[in-house]
């Protein structure tokens, strides 16, 4: 069955790089998602890629997937106090409908 | 567009009352999502709605907790009656058609937050 796992929470100090990372184990995802959830709000999809892209990259979000190990990783740069927040991995699988399952999602807190 | 819509923003009630959480999908949009977030559990699915219709309410803890989709505008999830272990927040999310957004993006709600006393 489908099942994402992601550590519960990273700390960074302001400037540093973030690297939030993920596993799955479902081989069949097509797509792969980074969402960010900030305090008090709803998750709001961050980034995303393509089951079959090893990297993908957006200014300052680097998302790296290796296929083989079913790992998935979220690199900030130049990590900034307002990029605190949750950030849940997810994966989509299937045609058609296709269902998404979130981890558990990683708190990053950045110091100052 | 103003996005998924949540109401109330927060609820407080005690054990044995009903709940009633509401949800107003973007406009468009053919799926819809009801979620619960615990700090214990993370994000769970409840339900979700394709063209008003469940499809599949497996995540639905209990027969405590109903869903309906009257419209293609709006949304409850129901709990009857309330226990504290309820306590959580509750957020709805809606998605275009398939094939729209191509990556099958879920927009949420604000979420709404339930406490059970």
């Known amino acids: 069955g489908e099942d994402v796992e992601q550590s519960l929470f990273l700390s960074v100090r302001e400037g540093d790089s973030s690297v939030i990372n993920c596993t799955y184990t479902?081989?069949?995802?097509?797509?792969l998602y980074w969402y960010k959830q900030e305090p008090g709000a709803g998750l709001q999809l961050l980034t995303y890629?393509?089951?079959?892209?090893d990297m993908k990259q957006d200014q300052r979000l680097t998302v790296l997937l290796n296929k083989k190990d079913k790992h998935l990783s979220l690199r900030i740069a130049d990590t900034q106090t307002g990029d605190s927040a949750i950030y849940f991995c997810a994966e989509s699988i299937g045609g058609g409908y296709q269902k998404v399952t979130f981890g558990i999602g990683t708190k990053l807190q950045v110091i100052p | 567009d103003a996005g998924v819509i949540q109401s109330p923003r927060h609820e407080v009630t005690e054990m044995g009352q009903e709940v009633t959480l509401r949800c107003k999908p973007i406009s468009g949009h053919d799926y819809l999502f009801w979620y619960r977030q615990t700090m214990m559990r993370g994000l769970e699915l409840l339900i979700y709605f394709n063209n008003n219709v469940p499809i599949d309410d497996s995540g639905m803890p209990e027969d405590r907790f109903s869903a309906k989709m009257p419209n293609a505008s709006f949304s409850t999830l129901k709990i009857q009656p309330s226990e504290p272990r309820d306590s959580a927040v509750y957020f709805c999310?809606?998605?275009?058609?398939?094939?729209?957004?191509?990556?099958?993006?879920?927009?949420f709600g604000p979420g709404t937050r339930l406490t059970v006393l």
């Open positions: 479902d081989s069949s995802s097509t797509y």
């Open positions: 890629i393509f089951s079959n892209m």
């Open positions: 999310a809606s998605r275009p058609p398939g094939g729209t957004s191509g990556n099958n993006e879920q927009f």
